[in-house]
């Protein structure tokens, strides 16, 4: 079954405001990465954090990881029409090599 | 920065034929690859991982022999659908781990190759 929740699904906001996708496991979490993908494009590689209660910041872009490493979220403020698309989180499980997908969170933006 | 190129971006077939995507790592050896099928508007559902010099690692659901994976170099990996059918069409994607870059089990995607079974 799915071992990463992840909410919403669809979000849409005014240009502007501010946006939060969370991701949820019930498993503890060797790492977690956050990806984003441009409508008919591929993931592209955003973050990933490792540490319990780790917090990282790409300029409106703010990432989370919770203290018992079973939570994440990522935070955009100000959002641009540039950041429209399909925001991913990706879980390293137990230290294995693959990742586990959550069920993405799509972005669309009024200008 | 670490390049993954996949071909063919889009293939339509006719249905009963078998269809090869490949996977490159132009930059960087990539021991590890890992192929996914995306539907639209959903998430990556990982299909299997395959390993250079062995047999690919297949998840639960996924028929081995109707997706065929051959990982025989460093910077290539095949994935075949054999006889395909219209439940096939799907966006296939691969990824390449990168182990030489600072962040572990960092993975880049190729662009992804949609599928059409006619």
Not at chain 2, 32 to 44: D, E, G, I, N, V
């Amino acid at each position: 079954g799915q071992q990463v929740m992840q909410i919403p699904q669809y979000q849409h906001v005014q240009e502007g405001e501010d946006f939060t996708t969370y991701c949820n496991s019930s498993t503890t979490l060797s790492n977690i990465q956050w990806y984003k993908q441009r409508p008919g494009g591929h993931p592209v590689f955003l973050i990933q954090l490792v540490k319990s209660g780790e917090v990282k910041k790409q300029k409106r872009l703010t990432f989370q990881f919770g203290e018992a490493k079973k939570n994440s979220s990522l935070h955009i403020t100000a959002t641009q029409t540039t950041d429209v698309g399909t925001y991913f989180c990706a879980a390293s499980i137990q230290g294995a090599q693959k990742l586990v997908f959550g069920q993405g969170t799509r972005l669309t933006i009024n200008p | 920065g670490a390049v993954v190129s996949q071909h063919p971006s889009r293939v339509i077939c006719k249905s009963g034929t078998s269809v090869k995507i490949e996977c490159r790592s132009l930059d960087f050896q990539a021991t590890t690859m890992f192929w996914y099928r995306q539907f639209p508007k959903k998430s990556l559902m990982l299909m299997a991982t395959s390993n250079e010099g062995s047999k690919a690692t297949y998840e639960q659901g996924v028929e081995k022999d109707k997706f065929l994976i051959n990982h025989a170099s460093l910077t290539l990996s095949t994935l075949t659908v054999t006889s395909a059918h219209p439940e096939d069409s799907s966006f296939y994607i691969c990824s390449a781990r990168y182990y030489a870059g600072p962040v572990y089990n960092e993975q880049f995607f190729g662009p992804g190759t949609r599928l059409t079974v006619l």
